[in-house]
């Protein structure tokens, strides 16, 4: 089973169904005036009672497992970090982070707030508990009207394609490269810096959510919402063909031929290195065995659109209901 939350778009490409969706969302926003104390002891009343029964006062509580809190006391972090866990949803244990007070570089403590989470996952269960820890943030903070603090500031696109993790190719160009492999089914690729606008992540989501069914997740993170520059990411990747190369289709190459041809697919940045001739007998196979990918811009539209409903704390729009 595989949950998509409300930003879902399911998109028809080359026969395949493809679905778009928010695999993360990071907001920031200001308290109203004196409103950070109140939730600040709010936040600590779930941290001292966060594994307790449902109750009147906290009727959604048995979806909320455990609370986890540090401090952090270095310029332009958090001062109270909470991490809230979930450990009887549809998969395994699943969490969502919220921050107080903002540790400025002048010495100050600004009365921010910072949220991270997935709203595929704690989105799937744990409705009733955020819908209720959302209205009472928005309570609390500058949101609507002239002074709306609320930003969001980073989204985590994801796109899943029905097909095999070595299906999946990405031409990084001269972009930095890691990778975590264990065969060419389970591996993870990252491409680009780590939580910067641009950072591409490509990964075996079949294994992840114990599936049975074959599905990749292309993953980009966007702090810059805009179609051009998000579509100039997702469409340097490449999905083979007919799922496999089919090499024994090709007996005109020589099997070190084939043996390259494979490794290109995976390694396209390689392709540069060999010589003129080899070059030109590889291209027409390379060419003729990939499917350019383009970002639908219905797709992106509908999951910015979602996104954005958070700037202003749409809560009957983020759940679907409004």
């Known amino acids: 089973m595989n949950y998509y939350g409300h930003s879902s778009y399911r998109d028809n490409w080359q026969g395949m169904e493809l679905v778009y969706s928010c695999d993360k969302i990071e907001v920031t926003g200001q308290f109203d005036f004196m409103r950070c104390q109140p939730m600040l ?68 403590i600004a009365d921010w707030w910072k949220l991270e989470l997935n709203p595929n996952k704690v989105m799937a269960d744990a409705t009733d508990w955020l819908r209720e820890f ?68 490509v990964y075996n989501k079949q294994l992840e959510s114990k599936l049975d069914k074959p599905l990749t997740r292309m993953e980009v993170t966007v702090t810059e919402f805009k179609y051009e520059g998000v579509a100039e990411y997702f469409n340097a990747f490449s999905v083979l063909k007919y799922g496999q190369m089919g090499m024994n289709d090709l007996p005109e190459l020589s099997q070190n031929d084939k043996v390259l041809l494979d490794l290109l697919n995976m390694h396209p940045e390689y392709f540069a290195r060999l010589g003129k001739d080899k070059r030109k007998r590889l291209k027409p196979y390379l060419q003729d065995f990939k499917l350019p990918f383009t970002l639908s811009l219905k797709g992106f539209e509908h999951v910015m659109n979602w996104c954005a409903s958070w700037s202003n704390m749409d809560i009957g729009r983020i759940f679907g209901d409004g």
């Open 41 to 108: 002891d709010y936040m600590n009343h779930l941290y001292h009672y966060g594994g307790m029964a449902p109750s009147e006062e906290f009727p959604w509580k048995y979806y909320l497992d455990e609370v986890r809190y540090y401090e952090r006391f270095a310029m332009n972090s958090y001062r109270h970090n909470f991490t809230l866990c979930f450990k009887d949803g549809f998969k395994g244990e699943y969490r969502f982070y919220f921050a107080i007070a903002y540790n400025t570089p002048t010495g100050c």
């Open 134 to 201: 959302l209205c009472k943030l928005k309570g609390y903070t500058r949101v609507g009207g002239f002074i709306n603090s609320v930003e969001v500031k980073s989204v985590d696109f994801a796109i899943d394609f029905p097909v095999e993790r070595d299906c999946v190719i990405y031409d990084r160009g001269a972009r930095g490269h890691r990778m975590y492999m264990r065969s060419n089914l389970d591996r993870t690729d990252y491409y680009g810096e780590a939580r910067k606008n641009g950072a591409v992540t």
